[in-house]
């Protein structure tokens, strides 16, 4: 672990659309309703091709980024579905009716990700901050030190 560790919650705090990469080495955008610790909560379908290997445990890579603030998060983890009713209860909202008929649709599967390792960078926030922190660097000597932070991400 690298000395600019920084944790989930601080690097996934606000409302984030990830990128999960699965199995079959295809991304697909995706909600993130709810964090819990070192777990990720999505909703999807069942009905979707790749979710059918997700009985049992599966690798899956999560990757995070919000461009405005230069931040970008590479996750690795397990995901399985479930189809418990408390859990769906939980992460159901009126928004999920854009893809599914209600609480009750069959098609509706929870997916969780355990994350068990991860990666961030985070640079300055603008066109203009970068520029200044480059050309400062190049004066100060400090380079690419100034350019931001890159750690491990602790869950």
């Not at 990469?21 to 295809?26: G, L, S």
């Not at 929870?110 to 990666?119: D, F």
Request: a negative charge.
């Amino acid at each position: 672990m690298t000395d600019d560790a920084r944790s989930l919650d601080d690097l996934l705090d606000g409302e984030r659309i990830a990128m999960l990469v699965t199995p079959d080495q295809h991304a697909r955008p995706m909600t993130i309703l709810e964090r819990d610790g070192a777990t990720l909560w999505f909703a999807t379908s069942r009905a979707a091709e790749w979710v059918a290997d997700l009985d049992t445990p599966t690798p899956m890579t999560v990757a995070v980024s919000d461009p405005q603030d230069s931040l970008f998060v590479s996750l690795t983890g397990t995901a399985r579905t479930t189809t418990d009713p408390t859990v769906l209860d939980r992460l159901w909202s009126p928004v999920l009716e854009a893809w599914f008929d209600g609480r009750d649709d069959p098609d509706l599967v929870a997916l969780e990700v355990e994350v068990l390792e991860g990666e961030y960078w985070d640079g300055p926030g603008t066109g203009i901050g970068r520029a200044l922190r480059g050309l400062a660097g190049v004066v100060t000597g400090e380079g690419r030190r100034t350019m931001g932070q890159q750690g491990d991400v602790v869950t």
